[in-house]
């Protein structure tokens, strides 16, 4: 595909996922948040993908992977992307009833990683697939803590993905990460929380 053909169908491609996520989802995550006030969402603004990174990552699965333009929007996970923050007493059943909602609401369950027994990034990040249009979209559950950890060291995250594994500031920016997330706690039982995995 020529570059100017392959923009424009990334372009139709990323007003088509900003619709899916103005008109379907977002209403529906209020909705699923209205039904809890002891959590809620945070991060909203940062709801959607910004432009730039989402041509860039078709752009790597097109490139590098092999793919069609339209199986690379399929692939990315975070086009969409939502966080719900809980209190530490109320996380772990606070995960589940909002793991529950979202199954009520018809979406699919495509994924769920716990990164709580890691050392540099702690949470749960799940992703979703909404039936029909197929559009996936991830949901991140955090404590204030852990979100704080994750948002602090988002600048050292992003220089990870770019630089090459045997650069000498990678160590550091692990140690970095391994030294914020060691200050965050564990909720009660959230390392009992299941994986799993969906074709």
Same mark, same amino acid.
């Given at each position: 595909?020529?570059?100017?053909?392959?923009?424009?169908?990334?372009?139709?491609?990323?007003?088509?996922?900003?619709?899916?996520?103005?008109?379907?989802?977002?209403?529906?995550?209020?909705?699923?948040?209205?039904?809890?006030?002891?959590?809620?969402?945070?991060?909203?603004?940062?709801?959607?993908?910004?432009?730039?990174?989402?041509?860039?990552?078709?752009?790597?699965?097109?490139?590098?992977?092999?793919?069609?333009?339209?199986e690379a929007l399929g692939m990315i996970k975070d086009a969409i992307?939502?966080?719900?923050?809980?209190?530490?007493?109320?996380?772990?059943?606070?995960?589940?009833?909002?793991?529950?909602?979202?199954?009520?609401w018809g979406f699919e369950r495509v994924d769920r990683i716990s990164s709580w027994p890691a050392e540099?990034?702690?949470?749960?990040?799940?992703?979703?697939?909404?039936?029909?249009?197929?559009?996936?979209?991830?949901? /991140?559950?955090? $404590?204030?803590?852990?979100? #704080?950890? +994750?948002?602090?060291?988002?600048? =050292? !995250?992003? /220089?990870?993905? $770019?630089?090459?594994?045997? #650069?000498? +500031?990678?160590?550091?920016?692990? =140690? !970095?990460?391994?030294?914020?997330?060691?200050?965050?706690?564990?909720?009660?039982?959230?390392?009992?929380?299941?994986?799993?995995?969906?074709?």
């Amino acid at each position: 595909m020529e570059a100017a053909n392959r923009q424009y169908a990334i372009d139709q491609g990323y007003e088509r996922i900003r619709e899916i996520e103005e008109k379907t989802l977002t209403p529906a995550m209020r909705r699923i948040e209205a039904e809890d006030p002891e959590r809620h969402l945070a991060g909203l603004k940062n709801r959607l993908k910004g432009k730039d990174r989402l041509t860039e990552k078709v752009n790597e699965a097109v490139d590098e992977r092999g793919r069609n333009v339209y199986e690379a929007l399929g692939m990315i996970k975070d086009a969409i992307r939502y966080t719900f923050c809980y209190p530490d007493d109320r996380y772990t059943e606070g995960v589940y009833a909002d793991c529950q909602r979202l199954d009520q609401w018809g979406f699919e369950r495509v994924d769920r990683i716990s990164s709580w027994p890691a050392e540099e990034y702690k949470g749960i990040n799940t992703r979703w697939r909404i039936p029909g249009s197929g559009q996936l979209f991830e949901v /991140q559950f955090h $404590t204030q803590a852990s979100l #704080d950890a +994750k948002e602090e060291t988002h600048w =050292a !995250y992003e /220089q990870l993905r $770019t630089l090459p594994e045997d #650069d000498v +500031k990678v160590g550091e920016l692990h =140690a !970095y990460q391994r030294q914020r997330g060691s200050k965050v706690s564990i909720p009660s039982d959230a390392l009992g929380i299941p994986g799993y995995k969906f074709r």
